[in-house]
């Protein structure tokens, strides 16, 4: 089993910059990637960005492409996700998931272990 557990949610104007973490534990040997996902009430939760577990490749969304980072930390202990340019439509609860299938995967259901997500607000 890998545990997930978020932090660094909150509630920022348009155009600020967020930090989220990734805190990764457990078995983390079977891990291949991770993934940050959100959602939006009212919509599906939706593909964000993703980080081999080696640091070495990484995949972003379209809509955040240019605006958000993902990476590991120095001691590679936790996956952060930089987030610049914030918009109101970036609102939503961003959750962090791990896949032990492979390399690539975008689709919720293809990541095997879930943390309970952080509340990211984007208001004026």
């Known amino acids: 089993q890998v545990q997930l557990v978020e932090s660094g949610g909150g509630s920022v104007q348009p155009g600020d910059s967020l930090t989220l973490s990734c805190a990764p534990s457990?078995?983390?040997?079977?891990?291949?990637?991770i993934g940050w996902f959100r959602q939006a009430p009212g919509k599906e939760r939706e593909f964000v960005a993703a980080?081999?577990?080696?640091?070495?490749?990484?995949n972003y969304a379209d809509s955040v492409k240019g605006r958000f980072t993902i990476s590991r930390d120095n001691v590679k202990t936790a996956v952060i996700l930089r987030m610049n340019s914030l918009k109101s439509e970036d609102t939503a609860v961003y959750y962090c998931a791990a896949t032990e299938r492979g390399w690539g995967m975008r689709n919720a259901n293809e990541y095997d272990f879930w943390g309970r997500g952080t509340q990211v607000t984007v208001s004026s």
């Open positions: 980080i081999s577990w080696a640091g070495s490749s990484t």
């Open positions: 457990g078995h983390t040997f079977s891990i291949y990637s």
